[in-house]
């Protein structure tokens, strides 16, 4: 039997679609420089392997020593603030070592590859919800190197026969029972929300709230981590030969005050906010057209409704108040 390499399976997505291939019988191999993930955030039936994907030597002992027969590629830098201070450590690891993990499985005879992509290739959409034609036009280096990592694979599709499906997650959230979101800093809405809840903070920042949106805050679509993971066991299995994007939502948005107002009911935390001016680069709404997804992989989101993301991520959160150090 071939193996899967999860590159960033130590990371907060990797670490649940490792469960989740483990669950269905597939052997992983781990690949992760714990640059932003952590070591008990790997499940113990995978082989772990500490290095970077962009080690060509060290690629290619791994693939010497492992019969990989697919790839689902997560590892990557994922601060959408940082990339806009240091937008060349974004294209070093996002794009130019991605190309070196590429070549390399190339190389080994890999021809199977699924990718994180995101929903910031499509900047500030004209449409929404979102459908994958839609312009891609990203407006942070971060949206950047994951737009042009996209453009890598279809050339490889062309040039050298690879099969990869591109998955572009709208908001990644919410806890299995063993793995949670441990970021730091944290950018993400909900465990911040949470983190006021379990009192790290006195207050929630509210970036914008005249946006033309309901409530004026920003609206985005919330998709739990274990629906993504259950996208991407599917991908694997998708018939295809050349490069196809598909994303990853619900198709319902939720603003920051929608998700504060659960979370309030959720916790019993009066979780007070404060109101900031909008961040560059945000825009007010992004939702998922997500029916090819549904058609290509036969996937449907299962726990993805507000109550089930916050009530699980507030589990993990309260059992692990120091993350992966409790
Ligand atoms: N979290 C979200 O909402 C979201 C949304 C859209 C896309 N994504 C994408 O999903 C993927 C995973 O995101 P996450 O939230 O789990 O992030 P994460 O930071 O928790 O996980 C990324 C993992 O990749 C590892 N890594 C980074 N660079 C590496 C390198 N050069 N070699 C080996 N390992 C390396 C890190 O140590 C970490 O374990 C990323 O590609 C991200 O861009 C995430």
Redesign the pocket.
């Known amino acids: 039997m071939t193996a899967v390499l999860v590159?960033?399976?130590?990371?907060?997505?990797?670490s649940v679609v490792a469960d989740q291939l483990l669950a269905r019988g597939h052997d992983v191999v781990v690949?992760?420089?714990?640059?932003?993930?952590?070591r008990a955030?790997v499940p113990s039936g995978v082989t772990f392997v500490q290095?970077?994907?962009?080690d060509r030597a060290a690629l290619d002992a791994l693939f010497d020593q492992h019969r990989v027969g697919a790839i689902v590629?997560?590892?990557?830098?994922?601060l959408v603030e940082e990339s806009v201070k240091n937008p060349e450590k974004y294209r070093r690891?996002?794009v130019a070592?991605a190309q070196v993990l590429l070549d390399a499985a190339l190389t080994a005879g890999v021809r199977r590859f699924v990718f994180?992509?995101?929903?910031?290739v499509y900047g500030y959409p004209p449409v929404v919800p979102i459908p994958e034609d839609a312009p891609l036009a990203p407006v942070s280096p971060?949206g950047e190197t994951?737009l042009a990592f996209e453009r890598v694979l279809g050339t490889y599709a062309s040039q050298h026969g690879l099969s990869s499906v591109t998955l572009?997650?709208?908001?990644?959230?919410g806890a299995t029972e063993l793995r949670g979101?441990?970021?730091d800093p944290e950018s993400?809405l909900i465990p911040n929300v949470l983190g006021v809840a379990l009192g790290k903070k006195s207050a929630v920042d509210v970036f914008g709230t005249d946006y033309p949106t309901p409530d004026g805050t920003a609206v985005r679509d919330y998709i739990h981590v274990d629906d993504l993971a259950d996208a991407h066991v599917r991908a694997l299995d998708v018939p295809s030969n050349g490069a196809i994007a598909l994303n990853l939502g619900t198709g319902l948005g939720s603003s920051v005050r929608q998700v504060v107002e659960a979370a309030r009911r959720i916790t019993g935390h009066a979780i007070p906010v404060t109101d900031r001016a909008r961040r560059p680069g945000d825009p007010p709404e992004l939702v998922a057209a997500p029916h090819r997804a549904a058609t290509v992989l036969g996937w449907r989101p299962r726990r993805s409704s507000l109550e089930e993301i916050l009530g699980s991520a507030w589990r993990w959160h309260r059992a692990h108040p120091r993350g992966y150090r409790t």
């Open positions: 590159t960033g399976g130590a990371g907060y997505i990797g690949l992760d420089d714990l640059s932003t993930g952590h955030a290095g970077g994907i962009g590629h997560l590892a990557a830098y994922a690891n996002n070592a994180s992509s995101s929903c910031t971060y994951k572009r997650y709208f908001n990644a959230s979101e441990d970021h993400h």
